[in-house]
T-cell receptor
Framework: KNEVEQSPQNLTAQEGEFITINCSYS?????LHWLQQHPGGGIVSLFM???GKKKHGRLIATINIQEKHSSLHITASHPRDSAVYIC???????????????FGTGTRLTIIP | DAGVTQSPTHLIKTRGQQVTLRCSPK?????VSWYQQALGQGPQFIFQ???????QRGNFPDRFSGHQFPNYSSELNVNALLLGDSALYLC??????????????FGPGTRLTVL
């Protein structure tokens, strides 16, 4: 079983729909990242969460530490939101240095005009 | 301020060859992490360098090695290439003494194809 599980793997929706992507993890973490990857490979960090909720434009990310679960929501989805969305967790920091990120396999989102 | 840069963008090699990929971290960052992303998969951690030493390593064979230079840039070397090494190789940089809540910056990746 992967340490980070995402669902769904693929999601196709009509423009304007409300989108939810889920991420569950099984390890102790210090932070959770939501990342966006467009065709061609470049990865952009959307959010870094350690608790609660964050909002940026039409994107909202929440995390429940007790349940080891996070969600990424997109309101009023648009075709330009089409990308792969990846959840990644950072392990607890033991000492100096940044713990590695462990990634989910990603959710491929396609928004149809 | 340049972000994380990687070179080359694309690379084609044949089985058994050796390859070197390069990464320059974002200005002010001293830690470089390398990830391998196979097609349709999430990235997998290869290793992390700071202070010119390998500090953490993922589940990759010794054919994968690296180096960090005094200017914090880094190289990833893969020897005896296998078909299964075909992937997108991503570099990420950070500052090791940054708060654990700090974000991580990724380069555009190098797409390696092994024939």
């Amino acid at each position: 079983k992967n340490e980070v599980e995402q669902s769904p793997q693929n999601l196709t929706a009509q423009e304007g729909e409300f989108i939810t992507i889920n991420c569950s993890y099984s390890v102790g973490i210090s932070a959770l990242h939501w990342l966006q990857q467009h065709p061609g490979g470049g990865i952009v960090s959307l959010f870094m969460l350690s608790s609660g909720k964050k909002k940026h434009g039409r994107l909202i990310a929440t995390i429940n530490i007790q349940e080891k679960h996070s969600s990424l929501h997109i309101t009023a989805s648009h075709p330009r939101d089409s990308a792969v969305y990846i959840c990644a967790v950072r392990g607890r920091v033991r000492d100096f240095g940044n713990e590695k990120l462990t990634f989910g396999t990603g959710t491929r989102l396609t928004i149809i005009p | 301020d340049a972000g994380v840069t990687q070179s080359p963008t694309h690379l084609i090699k044949t089985r058994g060859q050796q390859v070197t990929l390069r990464c320059s971290p974002k200005s002010g960052h001293d830690t470089v992490s390398w990830y391998q992303q196979a097609l349709g998969q999430g990235p997998q951690f290869i290793f992390q360098y700071y202070e010119e030493e390998e500090r953490q390593r993922g589940n990759f064979p010794d054919r994968f090695s690296g180096h960090q230079f005094p200017n914090y840039s880094s190289e990833l070397n893969v020897n005896a290439l296998l078909l299964g090494d075909s992937a997108l190789y991503l570099c990420a940089s950070s500052f090791r003494l940054a708060p654990r809540t700090d974000t991580q910056y990724f380069g555009p990746g190098t797409r390696l194809t092994v024939l």
